[in-house]
């Protein structure tokens, strides 16, 4: 484990409850990008995931052993918070107008990267992915976000989601067939 986070936890351990904040510091923005793709995209689920992980995570702090990354742990409340919170989550349709009416002024921006047809493209296509993502089964989807997105090895997304390795590369072998065919089919 990072002896920084080791020292934190210790400290927070000791009752320093400022030493946790140093941990939230730490990962909050790689906590939010994981729980952000689990959730498809939408930011106020994931605001409130990665806030009710860091929560549990305090409450819980003393049950962490060390044995792994502290992330690793983290990571392991955070999925299993945003299981849940899918579970729980109903759709809920609105009838108010989205806006109050009010122009908002962009600023100009001739750069090739920010053409309105260009960006359009680029949001159409990550929604298609999200989109995608989101029928994967979760099993399926978590493997390939932690090694496709998240660049993590085999090894570190077996420990996280306590599975044997073999368990990892099959899910992963099926999540991108699956993904490939759920792209192929929204063409």
Sequence with gaps: MNT???????????????????????????????????VGGNQDDA??????????????????????EFFTWLYRIAFNTAVSWQRKRKVVYSLEPLSNGELIAEPFDRSELNQPGDALERAEEEERLYQALNRLCPEYRIVLILKDIEDQKYEEIAQTLQIPVGTVRSRLHRARLELRALLDADK
């Design 47 to 68: 605001l409130d995931i990665v806030q009710e992980t860091f929560l549990s995570a305090y409450q819980n702090l003393e049950s962490f052993k060390g044995n792994a």
């Design 4 to 38: 920084e986070d080791s020292r934190l936890i210790a400290e927070c351990l000791t009752g320093n409850q400022s030493a946790f904040g140093g941990l939230i510091r730490r990962y909050q923005d790689r906590l939010y990008n994981v729980v952000l793709r689990l």
